[in-house]
């Protein structure tokens, strides 16, 4: 299981120099390009098509925590854990319609710019340095604890860390290239990872139907994974009851049933997806019709991925439960097993798959950070102005000289700002100071994530569409938003008891009473939203900050619509199929 055949290299070291040559054959014909230098690295103005957009988006986003988490997941709970990634196409959708024209008509470049133009420099200010912390000691960490863990799991574990660093320096070299790098090397990225995915989730059913006496049939073994584990084929899980096992409570506990679709699913997907530097950043340097048509085409993609991230958990699980699979220590190492089971080739490819969206999604962090602290951080509190400044058209040759400086200094900035930050992460993985418990990895970034998440959509949705939300009342959301989700995480089964808080509560694995995220993250959004609408109602009727909204900016082309109706049209099948 933990050894690599000959073919198995060859076919890796031929994706990393297909992608490494790719993306310097990008830099270097990027460098002709006129666009300035800062936005060229920083956003790829106007060079990404919808396909990139599309494919740079979703390979970002699939990355170890997928793969390692959500696979882990697929093994403990099932398919309704696909609801991240099916109610992600509805958001998708959402964004493209209502958020994109919002960002684009404003000329927002990142999310504390908008906050800036919005609210105040208070706000903004916060949010650039929460999300830097956000992204260097939660994300970036994650992905390179579980993408090192899934791979040193095929080699062998005593290369964990010779892995983590491999990881770091390559998706390091990719950044540096700047966005358009990223996103014309992410449709190689994604390519790979949906070969390799569909792969992989082939001959793991050929596996599963040859271990029952099938043959090497992938419908026969998908039949036996629906066969042998039934409950795993459900989206809505059932409320527990008194005669539930434990193993019933931590799965609801995850995955809180018909529940969860009432706020926590929204506010997870519709934040993470519209209010995110490292998602809407591919899109914001495009005009409205190539950025509508690029999310919309990550959400098709969207409902592919359960298959390629979620099926080979719920393999893994039938096989372990028949004794055809030994030595898992945890779900998390469910994709790591069915790996072990590839032939010679094959192997390579899923690790080559597994490798591009690890290092796809590190890229695009990579680049979210330096974006922030340069534009957000960097340029108004550190930069010392010159004397040029004051005087910048004395001379034409002056005022170039001077603009092309600062470019190159931007970028210059951005790229130790990443150099910086993924160093940080490896030192802080290394010291195995993450701590992702028996829950997962999937749902340990979920569940953290999920403490800002409902303040910061709650600012976000406000500052958009209603003209009366102010700054204070922002701040004001920003800390309800903080304080209520670790409330209700924390303080409020003691406070309340398990039975008369406004939802139930369950014992966990330690014997003490829990409320399911996903419900706590709803209720600390609507306690944020009325704090922040009763603010604002005390306030200025016309906020002379609001953005100007017309029906114009919404109007959709034919084209747009069409892929919206197909998105829609595939899910709502989906969801028929396996309600």
């Given amino acids: 299981m933990n050894s690599l ?7 890796f070291v031929f994706y990393f120099i ?11 014909k ?5 666009i300035s230098a800062s936005h060229d690295y920083f956003l790829a103005e106007g060079s990404l098509t919808w396909w990139a957009i599309g494919a740079s988006l979703i390979a970002s986003n699939i990355s170890a925590e997928q793969f390692i988490g959500m696979s882990g997941n697929g093994y403990f709970v099932g398919i309704a854990v696909a609801a991240y990634e099916w109610i992600a196409a509805l958001a998708l959708i959402i964004i493209a319609v209502w958020f994109m024209p919002v960002y684009l008509k404003n000329k927002i470049y990142t999310m504390p710019q908008f906050l800036k133009t919005r609210y ?9 340095i929460f999300w830097l912390f956000l992204y260097v000691f939660v994300n970036l960490t994650s992905i390179l604890y579980l993408g090192a863990i899934a791979i040193s799991g095929l080699i062998g574990p005593e290369y964990l860390h010779t892995v983590m660093i491999a990881l770091a320096v390559f998706s390091l070299i990719i950044t540096l290239g700047g966005m358009k790098v990223i996103g014309y090397t992410d449709v190689i990225q994604v390519a790979v990872l949906i070969i390799g995915g569909f ?22 073994g998908f039949k036996t994974l629906m066969d042998q584990a039934p409950d795993h084929f459900h989206m809505i899980l059932d409320k527990p009851t008194a005669e539930s096992s434990q193993e019933d409570v931590n799965k609801y506990l995850i995955l809180p049933g018909i529940a969860m679709y009432f706020a926590g699913q929204w506010i997870v997907n519709l934040n993470y997806w519209g209010c995110n530097q490292y998602i809407t950043q591919r899109a914001l340097g495009a005009d409205l019709d190539t950025a509508r048509k690029g999310i919309l085409f990550a959400g098709f993609l969207k409902l592919l991925m359960p298959i390629i991230v979620m099926l080979p958990g719920i393999a893994a699980y039938v096989l372990h ?4 699979l030994e030595g898992l220590r945890g779900m998390d190492d469910a994709y790591s097993a069915i790996l072990g089971f590839l032939p010679s080739g094959l192997k390579g490819l899923a690790i080559a798959a597994l490798t591009a969206a690890i290092v796809a999604s590190l890229a695009g962090k990579l680049n979210s950070i330096g974006t922030i602290f340069t534009l957000d951080i960097y340029l108004k509190y550190f930069r010392k102005k010159p004397a040029a400044d004051k005087d910048i058209s004395s001379t034409a040759e002056i005022a170039n000289a001077h603009r092309e400086g600062e470019e190159k200094n931007m970028v210059w900035v951005g790229r ?7 160093v940080l992460a490896v030192v802080f993985e290394w010291k195995d100071m993450l701590g992702i418990s028996g829950e997962g990895g999937f749902t340990f970034i979920q569940k953290y994530t999920g403490f800002i998440s409902p303040g910061v959509f709650a600012m976000f949705i406000l500052g958009m569409f209603w003209k009366r939300t102010t700054g204070g009342a922002a701040v004001a959301g920003l800390i309800t938003g903080f304080v209520m989700a670790i409330f209700f995480n924390s303080f409020a089964v003691n406070i309340f008891g398990h039975e008369t808080l406004m939802y139930t509560a369950f014992k966990n694995n330690d014997g003490v009473y829990e409320i399911p995220f996903l419900i706590n993250m709803g209720w600390a959004f609507f306690i944020t939203m009325a704090v922040m609408i009763g603010i604002s109602l005390t306030g200025p009727k016309v906020n002379p900050k609001a953005f100007e909204l017309d029906k114009s900016m919404f109007k959709l082309k034919p084209s747009v619509i069409a892929m919206i109706v197909f998105t829609l049209l595939i899910l709502t099948a989906l969801y028929v199929k396996f309600w």
């Fill in 416 to 422: 130790m700002a990443a150099l910086v930050s993924i």
């Fill in 321 to 324: 439960k028949n004794g055809h």
């Fill in 120 to 128: 105040n420099e208070t706000v903004s200010l916060i949010m650039a």
């Fill in 18 to 28: 297909l992608v490494a040559g790719y993306g310097y054959w990008v830099y270097n």
């Fill in 5 to 11: 055949s000959g073919l198995d290299i060859l076919i």
């Fill in 199 to 220: 792969a992989t989730i082939y001959f793991a059913l050929t596996i599963v139907s040859e271990k029952f006496g099938l043959g090497r049939d992938a419908m026969a």
């Fill in 30 to 34: 990027k460098k002709k390009a006129t």
